[in-house]
């Protein structure tokens, strides 16, 4: 083979392998926003307590993907989580529409499912999901039952 | 008087082990400081990229994107168990990235470019084309040897990377396209989880190591090789055998450090 040719080569060897250690490092960064969904829509949800929920997580409706989480913040007046969601554009909810936090199984990872409502006005983008319920935290759960359990006893 | 026997001779043998190990260490040194002063002749370096590189690649992008389906398979099926399929991506590529990555891809370079560097020099030496460049006032080490190393010491990274994500891209096929696990799951829990420093760069600094490794025991076990068939034939099975003891060695080591 000529040198030009092994050049060439060891070239295009060198830059595969570089481009696979940026891949590996962006860590596939923003493929599933570029391949998963289409068109989409904002919408803010304001809960009081998010537990775990992360960006990138999925927004539910009915069981089905119909969106994602873009990003969370706290709303330092309020103090309420505030939640930007991103939904696709061939879904369309009512202004009513409730949102809540739901974990996958016992301890899978957590989501957002939303409940339609009966309002015949529909969600704008940009508009906010007022109707929230928080997520469930396990410790809050033991320690209401603990707290329950103890004021049974001193009953007895 | 034979028990005495007994101690005189096992005495040599160690001698005869220290004096190995002195002659390997002597023979790293020197070959580490030659393939500096490689850099000199670019030339026969990009010729051994080549060599060692660019035909390596072929075997280790179909192991990589195997390795990545398997892992994916076992790996939700392990995890549908506890109903956690969303972290097969993490699973996926925390298992790629730290372990098999680096590992694999240094057993089969071992396998594949090792056994052909130690050939060719055993093959070297046999024919007397080693001896002539000494006579020749040419250092066959410097020449022949040095830009071996250096090659697939910088080859060695670049294939476990392209080993990685090619087994990400398996994992996801696998899990995502086939099985339909959420692709938004898969890779939120993956940059969730995954370090770029503490995994992405440990497991680089692995495959750095893992290329010095394979390349100095294939370069050293070829140029001490008896000059003859059946001395070539032997060299490049002890290649394969120390350089693969050696990798799963050094890899315990490694993440007893690094991840501790």
Known sequence: MNRKGVDVLVGLFVLLGFAALVFLALRAGNMSSSLGLGETYQVVAKFDNIGGLKPRAAVRSAGVVVGRVVSVSLDDQTFQAVVRLELDTRYKFPKDTSAKILTAGLLGEQYIGLEPGGDSALLAPGGTLTLTQSAVVLENIIGQFLYKSAAEGDKK | ?260
């Open chain 2, 1 to 260: 008087m034979n028990s005495a026997g007994t101690v005189s001779r096992a005495l040599s043998w160690l001698g005869d082990r220290m004096a190995a190990t002195g002659r390997a260490t002597r023979f790293f040194l020197r070959l580490s400081y030659l393939s500096v002063e490689s850099l000199r002749r670019p030339r026969l370096i990009i010729d051994q990229i080549h060599f060692i590189g660019n035909y390596s690649l072929s075997i280790i992008l179909v192991s990589g994107l195997l390795i990545g389906f398997v892992l994916g398979l076992q790996g939700y099926y392990t995890l549908r168990r506890y109903g956690s399929e969303e972290a097969l991506g993490l699973l996926v590529t925390l298992s790629l990235v730290r372990e098999l990555g680096p590992v694999v891809t240094a057993l089969l370079f071992a396998g594949r470019a090792g056994t052909s560097l130690t050939a060719e020099v055993g093959l070297m030496k046999a024919g007397e084309q080693i001896d002539a460049m000494e006579m020749m006032a040419v250092d066959p080490v410097a020449r022949v040897l040095a830009p071996r190393y250096l090659a697939a010491v910088i080859c060695m990274p670049l294939l476990a990377a392209l080993f990685s994500a090619l087994g990400v891209l398996g994992g996801y096929l696998v899990g995502v396209v086939m099985i339909g696990v959420d692709a938004g799951a898969f890779w939120s829990q993956m940059q969730g989880g995954v370090d770029w420093l503490r995994d992405v760069g440990n497991g680089v600094a692995k495959s750095v190591v893992f290329g010095f490794t394979v390349a100095f025991v294939a370069l050293h076990v070829g140029y001490q090789a008896e000059a003859t068939p059946e001395g070539v034939s032997r060299a490049t099975t002890t290649t394969v055998v120390v350089a693969s003891l050696a990798i799963l060695a050094l890899d315990f080591i490694l993440t007893a450090l690094m991840f501790s």
